[in-house]
Nanobody
Framework: QVQLVESGGGLVQAGGSLRLSCAAS????????MGWFRQAPGKEREFVAR????????YYADSVKGRFTISRDNAKNTVYLQMNSLKPEDTAVYYC????????????????WGQGTQVTVSS
C-alpha cells in the first residue's frame, strides 16, 4: 500500500510555470506506475501524464504535450509534474495516482490517490 501527498499548486498567470510534487510513503515506490490526473469544476477527472517504474517511458495527454513534463526520483519516493506555458484551461485540482500494473489513461485503473492540489491559472 502507498500513501500519496501532493504539493506545489497555487495561483499563476497564463504563460507561467508551476512544479507539482507527489510524495509517496512506503518502501515500494519504485514498483508503481505513477500518473497525474486533473479535475476541473463540473468536469470528469481526466488523464494528464504517466510514467513507468524506471522512468523508461512517459505518456501525455494531447492537451499538455510539449508543455508538461512528468518525472520521478525513486530515491526520494517522489513524482513531479513540471508545468510550463500554463493556460486558463489548465485550472483544476491535480491528483497523483499510483498503481503496480496500470499503464492506462483510465482513472479507475489506479488503486491509490492523493488528496489533490489546486492549480489556478489566471488570464
Amino acid at each position: 500500500q502507498v500513501q500519496l501527498v501532493e504539493s506545489g499548486g497555487g495561483l499563476v498567470q497564463a504563460g507561467g510555470s508551476l512544479r507539482l510534487s507527489c510524495a509517496a510513503s512506503g518502501r515500494t515506490f519504485s514498483s508503481y506506475v505513477m500518473g497525474w490526473f486533473r479535475q476541473a469544476p463540473g468536469k470528469e477527472r481526466e488523464f494528464v501524464a504517466r510514467i513507468r517504474r524506471s522512468s523508461s517511458n512517459t505518456y501525455y495527454a494531447d492537451s499538455v504535450k510539449g508543455r508538461f513534463t512528468i518525472s520521478r526520483d525513486n530515491a526520494k519516493n517522489t513524482v513531479y509534474l513540471q508545468m510550463n506555458s500554463l493556460k486558463p484551461e489548465d485550472t483544476a485540482v491535480y491528483y497523483c495516482a499510483a498503481d503496480p500494473t496500470a499503464w492506462t489513461n483510465l482513472p479507475y485503473e489506479y488503486d491509490y490517490w492523493g488528496q489533490g492540489t489546486q492549480v489556478t491559472v489566471s488570464s
